[in-house]
């Protein structure tokens, strides 16, 4: 059983593709479920991911073709190979890389392999297999019907967004869509079913973690990428010119983190429209990653208090304005039509990451929504004792993380802190260069926040070169780490359990002193 929510617990954060295993990435195999194991004998009952969409530019998860749809990089062959639908997966001459994702080997490598398992599937399913797969097809179709059509249709357009497409399947004329259905179904076929296969692993990796009580916490970006499935099919919950483009796009203006702001590129929604639909996107999005997920983390919660608007010709995040978001009426309507299963003791399970520039507004929405709100404690040696990122000044409806994705891992912010920042912390923590990540991960653990998660790269002392993101840069490194079972021995289980225990975040048969 999964443990009330009240309870005060603690878990790791770690991506499904920095996961080890044998074709290139982190999947749905059997590493994660061996990690699940892991988490479970360290005392952890939270395992947090991020975004499980397809990757877009840059390979990030934040800039998916897709809000609704599972990474077809995640879906592990072991299974098709199993099914008989797909041969022993030979890799590529090179080999695969076991300490890091190269995307451009492993992505049309992936592909070819699940295309092959696809005609596998066409020519020797069972009718069983092919009742599940159509049964699950038409439950899905309310975004799975689009999502296979824009996927081809990219694919026929040489992966030219969908602006530069011709103008009768840019505007979705329905004689076109029609003929191209019939010209490509094949295609629209392979992205349902690899959909298929990704839910149908994602659901019983999500049984067996619960059954082992283990949360799992999923992800979402606040906003969408411009070529999408999301916005071609719908483009008028979303600020665009008559180009298709957007006029308006999303990002933060500048802050002590960048002097012009970041510039994401997103385009804005019109929540005036939403609105008038009750919200019935946003109500699907959230139940479909809570389909997948036990909590959600809602990425750049203070949007929706109020949001940056750059115009998009502009270079930088400099210009812009402040608008109102849809505030408290969003979840609202989410609370109203959101599924009771979904719920947790009759509240949405939502996780409000409130990081950046957090102004009167967004602390009275999180609060009026109830959803606990993050703390960064690398983020709290900057100032003196009264910091909001310091455990002392915690209030037990948070989450506290060591480090994050977006950030320096807590040796590494060490090795690049300035020297009053890393005395500070050294006073603070009682720890040096060689302590601080075991350190940090007490702090968190001993804190009154009622949820603890710590960096996997954080539980094994890597520096900066293992963290997972760096905002604002496009590289190979950006989203590409992994690491290997040699790295995650007993001792780390044996201490984090310990901590764990020790801090009435597990049980205390954990601690062996």
């Given at each position: 059983?999964?443990?009330?929510?009240?309870?005060?617990?603690?878990?790791?954060?770690?991506?499904?593709?920095?996961?080890?295993?044998?074709?290139?990435?982190?999947?749905?195999?059997?590493?994660?479920?061996?990690?699940?194991?892991?988490?479970?004998?360290?005392?952890?009952?939270?395992?947090?991911?991020?975004?499980?969409?397809?990757?877009?530019?840059?390979?990030?998860?934040?800039?998916?073709?897709?809000?609704?749809?599972?990474?077809?990089?995640?879906?592990?062959?072991?299974?098709?190979?199993?099914?008989?639908?797909?041969?022993?997966?030979?890799?590529?001459?090179?080999?695969?890389?076991?300490?890091?994702?190269?995307?451009?080997?492993?992505?049309?490598?992936?592909?070819?392999?699940?295309?092959?398992?696809?005609?596998?599937?066409?020519?020797?399913?069972?009718?069983?297999?092919?009742?599940?797969?159509?049964?699950?097809?038409?439950?899905?179709?309310?975004?799975?019907?689009?999502?296979?059509?824009?996927?081809?249709?990219?694919?026929?357009?040489?992966?030219?967004?969908?602006?530069?497409?011709?103008?009768?399947?840019?505007?979705?004329?329905?004689?076109?869509?029609?003929?191209?259905?019939?010209?490509?179904?094949?295609?629209?076929?392979?992205?349902?079913?690899?959909?298929?296969?990704?839910?149908?692993?994602?659901?019983?990796?999500?049984?067996?973690?619960?059954?082992?009580?283990?949360?799992?916490?999923?992800?979402?970006?606040?906003?969408?990428?411009?070529?999408?499935?999301?916005?071609?099919?719908?483009?008028?919950?979303?600020?665009?010119?008559?180009?298709?483009?957007?006029?308006?796009?999303?990002?933060?203006?500048?802050?002590?983190?960048?002097?012009?702001?970041?510039?994401?590129?997103?385009?804005?929604?019109?929540?005036?429209?939403?609105?008038?639909?009750?919200?019935?996107?946003?109500?699907?999005?959230?139940?479909?990653?809570?389909?997948?997920?036990?909590?959600?983390?809602?990425?750049?919660?203070?949007?929706?208090?109020?949001?940056?608007?750059?115009?998009?010709?502009?270079?930088?995040?400099?210009?812009?304005?402040?608008?109102?978001?849809?505030?408290?009426?969003?979840?609202?309507?989410?609370?109203?039509?959101?599924?009771?299963?979904?719920?947790?003791?009759?509240?949405?399970?939502?996780?409000?990451?409130?990081?950046?520039?957090?102004?009167?507004?967004?602390?009275?929405?999180?609060?009026?929504?109830?959803?606990?709100?993050?703390?960064?404690?690398?983020?709290?040696?900057?100032?003196?004792?009264?910091?909001?990122?310091?455990?002392?000044?915690?209030?037990?409806?948070?989450?506290?993380?060591?480090?994050?994705?977006?950030?320096?891992?807590?040796?590494?912010?060490?090795?690049?802190?300035?020297?009053?920042?890393?005395?500070?912390?050294?006073?603070?923590?009682?720890?040096?260069?060689?302590?601080?990540?075991?350190?940090?991960?007490?702090?968190?653990?001993?804190?009154?926040?009622?949820?603890?998660?710590?960096?996997?790269?954080?539980?094994?002392?890597?520096?900066?070169?293992?963290?997972?993101?760096?905002?604002?840069?496009?590289?190979?490194?950006?989203?590409?780490?992994?690491?290997?079972?040699?790295?995650?021995?007993?001792?780390?289980?044996?201490?984090?359990?310990?901590?764990t225990a020790l801090s009435g975040r597990g049980p205390m048969g954990l601690f062996r002193g």
């Amino acid at each position: 059983m999964t443990p009330q929510p009240s309870a005060r617990a603690s878990g790791v954060m770690l991506h499904l593709t920095s996961l080890p295993g044998p074709h290139g990435i982190g999947d749905f195999g059997p590493d994660p479920y061996r990690f699940v194991d892991w988490l479970a004998s360290a005392g952890q009952t939270l395992w947090q991911w991020l975004p499980t969409t397809p990757v877009g530019p840059g390979n990030s998860p934040y800039q998916s073709p897709s809000a609704f749809a599972g990474s077809p990089l995640m879906v592990a062959l072991e299974p098709l190979v199993e099914r008989g639908w797909l041969a022993p997966p030979v890799p590529p001459d090179t080999g695969f890389r076991a300490d890091r994702v190269d995307f451009h080997l492993v992505i049309p490598w992936r592909d070819g392999q699940l295309r092959a398992a696809a005609a596998g599937f066409q020519a020797r399913a069972t009718p069983a297999d092919r009742h599940a797969l159509a049964q699950w097809c038409a439950a899905q179709a309310a975004w799975l019907d689009d999502y296979a059509l824009f996927m081809a249709l990219f694919n026929a357009h040489g992966m030219q967004p969908w602006w530069a497409w011709a103008p009768a399947l840019r505007e979705r004329g329905a004689t076109a869509l029609a003929a191209f259905r019939r010209a490509h179904a094949q295609e629209i076929a392979y992205w349902r079913f690899v959909q298929w296969c990704w839910d149908t692993q994602c659901m019983a990796l999500k049984r067996y973690a619960n059954q082992r009580g283990v949360r799992l916490i999923g992800d979402i970006p606040i906003y969408v990428a411009d070529n999408s499935a999301d916005v071609w099919s719908r483009p008028d919950l979303y600020s665009l010119g008559a180009d298709g483009l957007p006029n308006v796009i999303a990002g933060v203006p500048p802050d002590d983190l960048g002097p012009d702001g970041q510039r994401w590129g997103n385009p804005l929604y019109r929540w005036d429209r939403m609105a008038a639909e009750d919200h019935a996107w946003w109500t699907a999005r959230v139940q479909r990653v809570l389909a997948q997920a036990d909590i959600v983390r809602i990425d750049h919660f203070r949007g929706f208090a109020a949001y940056w608007e750059i115009p998009a010709t502009s270079p930088s995040a400099r210009v812009g304005r402040w608008v109102a978001g849809p505030g408290r009426a969003l979840f609202e309507a989410l609370e109203r039509n959101v599924g009771d299963a979904s719920k947790v003791n009759g509240r949405l399970p939502i996780i409000a990451e409130d990081l950046g520039l957090i102004t009167p507004d967004v602390v009275e929405l999180i609060q009026s929504c109830g959803f606990p709100r993050m703390k960064v404690l690398i983020f709290g040696f900057s100032g003196d004792g009264t910091h909001e990122y310091l455990p002392q000044n915690y209030a037990p409806d948070t989450v506290v993380y060591t480090s994050t994705h977006d950030t320096d891992t807590a040796r590494g912010w060490w090795n690049n802190a300035r020297d009053a920042e890393r005395d500070f912390a050294g006073a603070y923590l009682a720890c040096n260069s060689d302590s601080v990540h075991w350190a940090m991960v007490r702090a968190a653990s001993n804190s009154v926040s009622r949820l603890a998660v710590f960096a996997l790269q954080d539980l094994l002392g890597l520096g900066s070169e293992n963290r997972m993101n760096t905002p604002g840069t496009l590289g190979p490194l950006n989203w590409s780490w992994r690491f290997e079972w040699e790295a995650l021995g007993p001792a780390t289980a044996r201490v984090l359990g310990e901590i764990t225990a020790l801090s009435g975040r597990g049980p205390m048969g954990l601690f062996r002193g």
